[in-house]
C-alpha cells in the first residue's frame, strides 16, 4: 500500500513517524499512535496532528508515510478547510477556527435550504391543491412514493386527498372558510370570466367582418354565389328535411311555433329567422335556442374561406362580395348538418325565387298572408309580390298556404299546378266546406285565456280542439294552424298525438309581438311595420286589453308606407308620439312628426328626441282621463329595430 507522503514531512531513518512505538503504548485503537484519544471529536483530531510539540508534528513535517488509520481524519481535515476558502496554516486563525467557521456556514447554507424548500412547498400546495395545506401535499406525495406502478399513460386530472376522495379540495374549503368549494367555485369562475372576455371579443371581430358587408336590404337578386358555395361545402343543406316559409306578415312566428311542434316530437331542430331582436345569434337557433357564441365563431371560421373564394370569383367577374344575409344563410345551413339536425325550419329573407335561401330543396313550404312591402325589389302590386314569393314551391312538394287576398291566390294557385304539389290551404269563409278543392284548414273557434288563447283547429288529418296559444290575436291562431299542418305534413299527413300538440304550442314564445313589457300602465311592443301587419295587429290589441286609452309610440324605416300605418293607428290611439330609430335607414324624426300631424292632427302628435322620453310621453298622455291605470295602455310599433330597442329599454333578453 502507498501511504499519503504528506508534504515537508519528516520521518525516521528506519521509515516510521517518530513516536509511534511510545504512542502505541497508550492505547490500540485507530490513530492511538498519533496521541489521538478514542472517540476523539473533529477538533481534538486536528489538534493532535497539527498541535505543536506532538508527534504528530513530526509526522506531518518529516516523516515518509501516514498511517493508514488517520487517512480520514486527515482528508476530512483538508476538506474542511478548502471548502471554506482559507489556509490553514494563514496567520492568526489556526485550522480549529477554520473548521468552526465553515460549519457556521453550512448551517446557515442548511437553514437557507430548508427555508426555501418550506416556501416552495407552501407554493406548490397553494397551486396544485383547494385547501393550499402542505401537510395534504406531503400525504398525496407519500402516497405516489408507495404507488410504484408506472401510470402515467392513463392519468387523469383528478388529485384525491389521503383518503382518497375526490372532493377532498371542497372539504378543506369547507373547513378552512366554513364555505363547500368557495375556492373551487371562485377560481372557476374566474377562468369563466377570461374565458367569456376572449370569447366576447372575438364575437364582436366576426360579427364586425359579417355587417361590414351589403346589408340585408340591398338585395343582391342571384343564387348563383350560394350555390358556389354550397357546392364547395358539398351541400351540407341536403343533410335534413327542410320546412320553408314566405309571406309578408307572420312569417316568424309560423316558424317558432313550426320548430317547436317537431321538437316535440322528438326531433333535433334548427330554425333560421330575420331579422334579429337583441343578438345577431338568435337567427340561428338549434334545438329552440340561439347558437352559443363559441359555435358562431367556429359556424364563421369553419366557412370563411370558401366565402373568401367565392367573394374572389364574384368581384372578378365585377360582381359584388357575397351580402351579410348570404354569409349568415351559408353558416345557418352547414352548422345544421353539424350539429345535426332532423328538420331545419328556413324563413325567407326578402320574396322568395331569388332569396338566398330558396337554395334548400324542401319538401314542404308554407305561405303567410301576401300583401305589399319592399316595393323597390318585390314590385308594387300583390300580384307581383305574390309572383316573387311562390317561387319557393318546390315540385311534388306539400304546400301549406293562409287565407290570401284573390289576387295572390290565384298566382299561388297556377304555382301549385305547375309543380304538382299537394295543397292544404286554409278555408276562405265564402267556400262550401263540403265543395270539392275547398280548404281543408281552419280555425274553428277562438277563446281568450290568460297569457293568450284557447284555440280549436281542424286540418285534413283531425281536429284538435281547446289548445292553449300563448300568443295573442286571431292572426296568431292561423299562424298555429299553418304550423300544424306543416308539422302533420312532415309526418306523413297524419294527425299528431294530441299531447304532442299541447306541449308544442304551450313552450311557444314570440319575443317582440304584441309582448307586454310593463304593466300599470300596461306598456306593448309589436314588430309590424307595414300597413297589412298592423291591420293585423290593431283588432288583438283591442281583443287582448280592451283599453280606453291607447297611445302609440311610432318610428319607422324611410321605405315604408308611414302614412298607411298611421292611418291604421289612428282610429284606435288617441294620440302618436314620434320617435327616432337608431339606423341610417330610420326616417328622419321631425319628417315622421310632420306626416303624423296630417294623419293624426296637430294636438294629437308630440315628437321626442329619445325612445325612453318618448315612452315616459306616452305614459303620460294615456293616464291623462279619469280612467282606472289598466285601461291605459302604450303601443310601441312601427319597425323591428325599434322593437328591439324598447325590449332592451325594458331589459327583456
Known amino acids: 500500500m502507498t501511504h499519503h507522503q504528506g508534504s515537508g514531512g519528516a520521518a525516521s531513518a528506519e521509515g516510521e513517524p517518530t513516536g509511534r512505538a511510545e504512542n502505541g503504548a497508550k492505547g490500540s485503537h485507530p490513530g492511538a499512535a498519533f496521541g489521538i484519544p478514542a472517540r476523539a471529536t473533529a477538533e481534538e483530531v486536528v489538534d493532535a496532528v497539527f498541535g505543536t510539540g506532538g508527534a504528530s508534528t513530526g509526522a506531518r513535517d518529516g516523516g515518509e508515510g501516514i498511517d493508514p488509520g488517520l487517512l480520514p481524519y486527515l482528508e476530512a481535515a483538508d476538506a474542511s478547510a478548502a471548502g471554506g476558502g482559507q489556509d490553514p496554516s494563514a496567520p492568526g486563525r489556526n485550522l480549529a477556527e477554520a473548521r468552526r467557521a465553515a460549519g457556521e456556514r453550512d448551517e446557515a447554507r442548511s437553514a437557507a435550504e430548508a427555508e426555501d424548500l418550506a416556501a416552495l412547498r407552501e407554493l406548490v400546495a397553494h397551486n396544485m391543491l383547494a385547501s393550499g395545506d402542505p401537510d395534504e401535499l406531503d400525504a398525496l406525495l407519500a402516497e405516489v412514493d408507495a404507488d410504484g406502478s408506472d401510470d402515467w399513460e392513463s392519468w387523469e ?14 372539504k378543506a374549503d369547507a373547513a378552512r372558510d366554513g364555505d363547500p368549494g368557495e375556492g373551487d367555485a371562485h377560481r372557476r369562475a374566474l377562468l369563466a370570466a377570461a374565458r367569456g372576455v ?49 309571406g309578408t306578415n307572420g312569417k316568424t312566428s309560423t316558424a317558432r311555433m313550426t320548430e317547436r311542434l317537431l321538437a316535440a316530437a322528438g326531433l333535433r331542430t334548427g330554425r333560421f329567422t330575420s331579422p334579429h331582436l337583441a343578438t345577431i345569434r338568435e337567427r340561428i337557433s338549434l334545438d329552440g335556442e340561439p347558437i352559443s357564441e363559441e359555435g358562431f365563431i367556429a359556424a364563421w371560421e369553419d ?95 306539400t304546400l301549406i298556404t293562409s287565407l290570401q287576398d284573390p289576387r295572390a291566390q290565384e298566382v299561388i294557385a297556377a304555382a301549385a299546378t305547375e309543380h304538382r304539389v299537394v295543397w292544404r290551404r286554409e278555408l276562405d269563409p265564402q267556400e262550401d266546406p263540403g265543395e270539392p278543392g275547398a280548404g281543408e284548414l281552419s280555425v274553428r273557434s277562438r277563446e281568450l285565456a290568460v297569457g293568450g288563447q ?76 307595414n300597413p297589412h301587419g298592423v291591420s293585423a295587429l290593431m283588432p288583438a290589441v283591442e281583443e287582448a286589453f280592451g283599453f280606453t286609452h291607447l297611445v302609440a309610440v311610432m318610428g319607422a324605416m324611410a321605405d315604408k308606407d308611414v302614412e298607411g300605418i298611421l ?29 303624423a300631424r296630417e294623419v ?54
Open 600 to 653: 293624426f292632427g296637430e294636438d294629437r302628435v308630440q315628437v321626442a328626441q329619445a325612445l325612453a322620453d318618448g315612452v315616459d310621453r306616452a305614459v303620460a298622455l294615456s293616464e291623462g282621463g279619469d280612467a282606472p291605470m289598466t285601461s291605459s295602455g302604450v303601443l310601441i310599433v312601427g319597425s323591428v329595430i325599434l322593437a328591439a330597442e324598447a325590449r332592451a329599454l325594458f331589459r327583456r333578453p
Open 198 to 246: 376572449e370569447v366576447g371579443e372575438r364575437m364582436r371581430q366576426v360579427e364586425a367582418e359579417i355587417l361590414s358587408r351589403a346589408p340585408e336590404h340591398r338585395v343582391q337578386p342571384s343564387l348563383e354565389r350560394i350555390e358556389a358555395v354550397m357546392d364547395i361545402l358539398g351541400h351540407p343543406e341536403r343533410a335534413y328535411r327542410v320546412i320553408h316559409i314566405t
Open 454 to 529: 284557447l284555440v280549436t283547429l281542424a286540418t285534413a288529418a283531425a281536429v284538435y280542439e281547446d289548445v292553449f296559444v300563448p300568443l295573442h290575436g286571431e292572426y296568431q291562431a292561423r299562424n298555429a294552424l299553418l304550423a300544424l299542418a306543416a308539422v302533420e305534413a312532415f309526418f306523413g299527413g297524419r294527425a299528431l298525438p294530441p299531447a304532442l300538440v299541447e306541449e308544442g304550442f304551450a313552450s311557444t314564445t314570440s319575443p317582440g309581438r304584441l309582448e307586454v313589457l310593463r304593466s300599470s300602465p300596461t306598456v306593448i311592443v309589436d314588430a309590424g311595420h
Open 157 to 170: 386530472p383528478v388529485l384525491p386527498d389521503a383518503d382518497g376522495d375526490p372532493d377532498g379540495g371542497q
Open 303 to 397: 366557412v370563411a374561406p370558401y366565402i373568401a373564394m367565392v367573394d374572389e370569383r364574384s368581384t372578378a367577374g365585377g360582381g359584388p362580395r357575397m351580402s351579410f344575409f348570404e354569409v349568415l344563410t351559408v353558416m345557418a345551413l352547414a352548422v345544421f348538418a353539424d350539429h345535426p339536425v332532423d328538420a331545419a325550419v328556413i324563413e325567407v329573407g326578402m320574396g322568395g325565387t331569388w332569396d338566398c335561401t330558396n337554395i334548400v330543396d324542401s319538401d314542404i313550404e308554407i305561405i303567410t298572408p301576401i300583401g305589399l312591402d319592399h316595393a323597390a325589389w318585390l314590385g308594387s302590386t300583390i300580384r307581383e309580390v305574390a309572383e316573387n314569393k311562390a317561387g319557393i314551391i318546390k315540385d311534388g312538394a
Open 567 to 595: 292611418s291604421v293607428l289612428e282610429p284606435a290611439c288617441d294620440a302618436v308620439v314620434c320617435v327616432p330609430i337608431d339606423s341610417p335607414r330610420a326616417m328622419d324624426v321631425e319628417d315622421l312628426g310632420a306626416v
